[in-house]
């Protein structure tokens, strides 16, 4: 119980820096910019964390699944950048879709390759 509940405090937090995320970078342009952005800073962190800092931040594993199923978690959002890519096509703004679909999926398996190779470097120290 007490694990759900870390989860849960931390999912908070998360879902709340991610709307400001989203409130900051909000603008005229149509292409949802904060998701984009949090998605992205997410996937970095958690990879970060994943290639073992987050050893060297806390040995307990109740923080530890706090942090990245609860915060990280809530953060991104999967769910998120699909019904805007779906919507952004139906509406037919096709270029817009594909541009943050490819920058969505290519941007997350870069910035995810960059955060595993910060953190090993970071863990063998």
């Not at 942090?67 to 999967?78: N, P, V």
Request: hydrophobic content about 50%; glycine content about 14%; overall charge positive.
């Amino acid at each position: 119980m007490k694990q759900a509940l870390f989860v849960g405090i931390a999912g908070a937090i998360g879902a709340i820096c991610r709307i400001g995320i989203g409130r900051l970078l909000e603008g005229s342009s149509e292409f949802p910019i904060g998701t984009l952005t949090a998605n992205l800073l997410g996937t970095f962190i958690l990879c970060l964390l994943g290639a073992g800092v987050i050893h060297r931040l806390t040995a307990d594993q109740k923080l530890q699944t706090a942090i990245t199923t609860g915060f990280l978690g809530s953060f991104t959002t999967f769910s998120a950048f699909s019904m805007e890519t779906v919507s952004l096509f139906q509406n037919g703004q096709l270029v817009l879709s594909i541009m943050y679909f490819s920058s969505s999926i290519i941007g997350g398996l870069v910035v995810g390759i960059i955060g595993l190779r910060i953190g090993n470097r970071m863990v063998s120290e």
